[in-house]
């Protein structure tokens, strides 16, 4: 049986098999491979990372109930805003998640004061500054502001976790020369673990009874 084959690559005016046309395709194949594979490793990273946000949250979600079944503190998490765009015959509600406008979690103290925070995961030995958002950045102050407790907890790579001062976060080029802490420079912030429980409010100073200020702490 006779098989018919298409040569790939052209053939020159003396009837030799051209390659320049072969080689062309071929470098063109090869950098489009090396285009997609970055972006590719970037989508696989994003959604890990993503993932492992969405666990650090949800840990710290169990740290809230602790503290509120140990009447310490009631913190909840910040819903996130729905858009609807639309409902199907079936009833289905159509939309999506907006822009994140305020930090992660707020809530209340035992003593009255107020708290809040933002969590951030990074998969990184240090963590950016700009990874807070100009309006979580607004939340912070005014909260602050006002006198509640304000913080950025911080998970690297879901194995070491910090509780950072919003008062320290935002003067990180006043102290420490660069707009990110590294690993060693979040040490002092590091929180401790009790049986799989993060002690995110562990040290916090409550205000006594009758006073202003005071060095009661949550444990």
Known sequence: ?????MDRCNRNGEGYV??????????VSREERETRMPDLR????????????????RWISNACEF????????????????????????????????KKGQPD????????????FEAKHTDSDKINQNV??????????????????CYVMVSIKLIKFYRVPWDVWKKMKELFGHKFMSDDELEPYRLKERQ????????????????KTGTAKCH
Request: glycine share 12%; with cysteine.
């Open 1 to 5: 049986m006779r098989v018919i084959a």
């Open 18 to 27: 051209d390659n320049t046309a072969c080689i062309a395709i071929q470098k």
């Open 42 to 57: 970037r989508q696989i990273i994003g959604r890990r990372s993503k993932e492992s946000g969405a666990t650090f949250e």
């Open 67 to 98: 503290y509120l079944q140990k009447g310490l503190a009631h913190i909840e998490k910040t819903p996130e805003p729905f858009h609807i765009t639309g409902k199907d015959a079936g009833g289905v509600v159509r939309g999506y998640y907006e």
């Open 105 to 116: 979690f707020k809530g209340i103290l035992c003593d009255g004061t107020g708290i809040m």
């Open 132 to 149: 807070i958002t100009d309006s979580q950045w607004k939340s912070l102050d005014v909260y602050e502001r006002f006198g509640a407790h």
């Open 196 to 211: 799989c429980t993060i002690l995110m409010l562990e040290g916090v100073a409550l205000k006594k009874e009758g006073e």
